[in-house]
């Protein structure tokens, strides 16, 4: 059988070294793996740069007790999805022992979090995890505090200093001052009365107090709130107090005819404190002005700033609005 010649010189050329002709093909083909791979590296850089800059913001919601009607597990739950839904938060949650259990062994690591949010009303913590806090707070960490949380801890010294204001939990006429608008400014006032109430449910318009502050720049002067408890007479130090937004309690609901803080920024030590009185369950967590501003007041509360932009769904003086 004869050898094909062609074939044979073909195994010459390649014996010899010499390389065969890079067709227009496959040139094409490498300078699109190159520039592919170019852009995997650009892209994982600029991921890996963003990524460092932009660390999640580690946060801790505290439950474990609370009164009833306010449906604490489920709240814990959806202040956590909301938190997570701005996409800055990475949340944990930690729960103390029941009401009347011993609570000798509550005691987290603060510091390991930049932000604590309280949804808690219960048993007084121990003295040591009651110190750990005071401390993690005067060293600069950040604090949510919503609704019945302000009813927590009544003789808690440095908490009330912390929340600025309280109801219920104790708390009577002799627990500290009411926070009042007088010729524009929020004065604090001793006042008879009780220590915090509230009147029938309804939905309320929420005056801005403050546009400039980080946590309200670019929200509505006035937007309306979904059917909620309006707290009315809460009580405490009320001071470095900045009232955000309030809103008037009209006595035909049982409120106390004065327009009353909804929302607070408190400065304590180097830490801060975003106090929303909102929120009294699930239902009131899905109005758009809460999630907003709990969005935001909690990473002003863990940074000083606000990144988020005022969203286009927003609740107007008449309309409100919810998201599912």
Known sequence: MKKNPFHRS????????????????RASHALLFRFIASLVLALASIFFTVSLSAAPIKTLIIEGQSNPAHNMPAVTVELKRILESAGLFSVEIATTPAKGQDMSGFSPNFSAYDLVVLNYDGDPWPAETQRAFVTFMQNGGGLVVVHSTDNAFGNWKEYNEMIGVGGWGGRTAKSGSCLRLRDGKWVALELPGPGGSHGKPHPYVVTTREPNHPIMQGLPAGWLHVSDELYDRLRGPAKNVTVLASAMTDPKTGGSGEEEPVLMAISYGKGRVFHSTMGHSVDQLKCVGFIVTLQRGAEWAATGKVSQKAPADFPTATETKTRL
Do not use: K
């Open 10 to 25: 073909q195994s010459l050329l390649r014996s010899s070294g010499e390389r065969r002709p890079i067709t227009a093909r």
